[in-house]
């Protein structure tokens, strides 16, 4: 079964740097989440889409930003990287359902800032 | 959202059943139990969730207390490949907002 894409796996940058994470969700799958997850941390909830449209917001800086797509795949940009920005960034996809459906998580990208 | 405590680490024996605790006094009558668990340099993976009723899959049993304060993930016999870190959470089926919110789980360990 196709599972949640995420790429790249890896990326290195120096600060001040941008990067461009992106998230391609199961098929038919209508809703997008992006999470970081620092060292030794548990995963903290970032921005989510449903339908393309903005559809929450956690801690997510004002440096950052995320869009979704018209063919669903979401794009994480991160601008003036800062050290404190390295971390494993996991997108997630869901499909609308009554509050119980289950979120599918990609296997993350890992970010490290120099 | 409704909060939830855990014990911080846990150890089992491989090939016997572990039975993984959650507290959640302040548990409103539209929050869903799920749990997810994450095994080491992976993303979050679902493992069960329920309402009120006991549930049972190919992974693992959800018993959920009579007063729904507490419920208990149980894995039926333990292997190397549960070692992760087991997270439960409260999710409100009437909030429009679909995102868990992930507090600090269990770790697991399986001693062979």
């Known amino acids: 079964a196709a599972g949640v894409i995420q790429s790249p796996r890896h990326l290195i940058k120096e600060k001040r740097e941008t990067a461009t994470l992106k998230c391609y969700p199961i098929?038919?799958?209508?809703?997008v989440y992006w999470y970081q997850q620092g060292p030794g941390q548990d995963p903290q909830f970032l921005i989510s889409f449903y339908e393309k449209m903005q559809s929450d917001k956690g801690s997510i800086p004002d440096r950052f930003s995320a869009q979704q797509f018209s063919d669903y795949h979401s794009e994480l940009n991160m601008s003036s990287l800062e050290l404190g920005d390295s971390a494993l960034y996991f997108c997630?996809?869901?499909?609308?359902?009554?509050?119980?459906?289950?979120?599918?998580f990609g296997s993350g990208t890992q970010l490290s800032v120099l | 959202d409704a909060k939830t405590t855990q014990p911080n680490s846990m150890e089992s024996n491989e090939e016997e059943p572990v039975h993984l605790p959650c507290n959640h006094s302040t548990i409103s009558g539209t929050d869903y139990i799920h749990w997810y668990r994450q095994l080491p340099s992976q993303g979050p993976e679902y493992v069960i969730h329920?309402?009120?009723s006991n549930v049972n899959n190919r992974m693992a049993s959800l018993a959920i207390a009579e007063d729904r304060k507490s419920s208990t993930l149980i894995l039926h016999r333990a292997t190397l490949r549960d070692a992760a870190v087991y997270y439960c959470i409260l999710r409100d089926v009437k909030r429009s907002a679909r995102q868990l919110t992930f507090g600090s789980g269990t770790q697991l360990t399986v001693l062979p």
């Open positions: 098929p038919r799958h209508d809703t």
């Open positions: 997630a996809s869901s499909s609308t359902g009554e509050g119980d459906e289950k979120l599918f």
């Open positions: 329920g309402l009120t």
